[in-house]
């Protein structure tokens, strides 16, 4: 029996796969599609043809990356901490959420590691996560390091924007492309009360949206989870901002995750949202989206910026989906609403070779499902709270 197999069969006893059993190395490829390979299309090529043939070009995409359907997934989102400086009440419950000790977690080898195995698989795009990453005091180290990989041509990051401001300089320093900053309102009061810290943190979040701006990062995408009741009355004013400055916001339909007590009731569709919009704004155009984009973008006629959707409850996007996520205790998640993990961690730390770590995430992949379950079913499925998967 292969390693790999073996592998499979000792982390399924340790339940860290959860559903279907890893993949033997038997069954016929269905993903790809180059003729020169038609009379070898048998998952059991050995590590070493398929290294030939990467080289060679012959392969149009990763095999392990490619998923049934043949979704390519080359962006991969990797959560460095689950500790947050923040506490909003759609991504923990208020009671907070039990961290996972620090030796389970991954250390930075580890982080490089699997993004290096990714970056050799086909991933162009790593996005940096949390928790909040920026509380992480090697995320500088860890950017540099990810430049370096050959392949890697996006290196991004979300973040609550509270301490950025005063990193900024060194992040652009060590390479990183793009950023994207959490922002659900522009009122020092509400933040207060949806972040659950001091309502004068608002400040130096908004601080830190001129200065990204500044430095060149273009667009810069705010993000923006919309509540009704809460937030809903602001939409117009972040379409606002866009008139003068190249900022990106991306309103997002308030999705269900553990604890964070989520109901139709709040959730406001990209639909409503519109309409809202052409209120004030009725001359609004659509813009051309690119393959893989999550956000249906519009713009204002003569506004520097844009704005656009997230429409992952009414309107989702999981035919086109490209991404791949990693915990940062070291699970792979093949979708965001899932349940469903694999430990790379465990598989690293058992002394598995980056061969069986490919065929592990091969696995992972091709039993991603068609979509998710949908917002009625989502809300009774058991998953992480979002700040425990990386936003």
């Known amino acids: 029996m292969k390693k790999s197999v073996k592998l499979g069969q000792t982390l399924l006893k340790n339940n860290v796969i959860k559903g279907e059993y890893v993949r033997t190395a038997a069954q016929p490829i269905q993903e790809v599609h180059s003729p020169k390979i038609q009379q070898g299309q ?75 195995i990714f970056v050799q698989q086909g991933v162009k795009k790593i996005r940096l996560t949390g928790g909040e990453p920026l509380v992480r005091q090697d995320v500088v180290q860890i950017i540099q390091e990810l430049k370096k990989l050959p392949g890697l041509e996006t290196v991004g990051m979300t973040t609550n924007g509270v301490v950025l401001a005063r990193k900024l300089q060194d992040l652009k320093t060590a390479g990183l492309d793009a950023i994207n900053i959490s922002l659900d309102t522009l009122v020092p009061q509400k933040f207060e009360f949806i972040s659950r810290r001091p309502k004068n943190t608002h400040s130096r979040v908004m601080e830190a949206i001129d200065k990204s701006a500044e430095a060149g990062f273009n667009p810069l995408k705010i993000n923006c989870v919309v509540m009704k009741g809460l937030n ?89 989906c490209n991404r791949l996520r990693m915990t940062a205790d070291g699970n792979l998640k093949v979708c965001l609403f899932g349940n469903s993990e694999v430990s790379l961690r465990d598989a690293i730390r058992s002394g598995s070779s980056n061969d069986d770590l490919v065929e592990l995430i091969g696995a992972a992949v091709k ?21 425990l998967i990386g936003g």
């Open 42 to 116: 048998q998952e059991g090529l050995s590590s070493k043809l398929r290294s030939q043939l990467d080289k060679k070009n012959i392969l149009p995409f990763s095999y392990f990356l490619t998923d049934k359907l043949g979704r390519q997934h080359d962006y991969l989102r990797i959560s460095l901490t689950e500790r947050c400086n923040l506490r909003c009440t759609y991504c923990m419950p208020e009671e907070g959420v039990p961290l996972t000790q620090k030796s389970n977690l991954l250390s930075t080898e580890e982080i490089l590691k699997i993004a290096g």
């Open 367 to 387: 039993r991603k499902k068609p979509q998710h379950a949908g917002m009625t079913s989502l809300k009774d499925m058991k998953n992480r709270p979002m700040i």
């Open 232 to 320: 809903d009355d602001e939409i117009v004013d972040f379409v606002e901002l866009t008139k003068h400055k190249a900022i990106d916001i991306r309103f997002i339909e308030y999705m269900p995750f553990d604890g964070n007590k989520w109901n139709t009731k709040k959730m406001v569709s990209y639909q409503s949202m519109l309409d809202i919009i052409r209120t004030r704004f009725p001359d609004i155009l659509k813009i051309e989206d690119t393959p893989n984009d999550t956000s249906k973008g519009y713009q204002v006629p003569g506004h520097a910026g844009k704005f656009g959707f997230i429409t992952s409850m009414t309107d989702h996007f999981c035919g086109t």
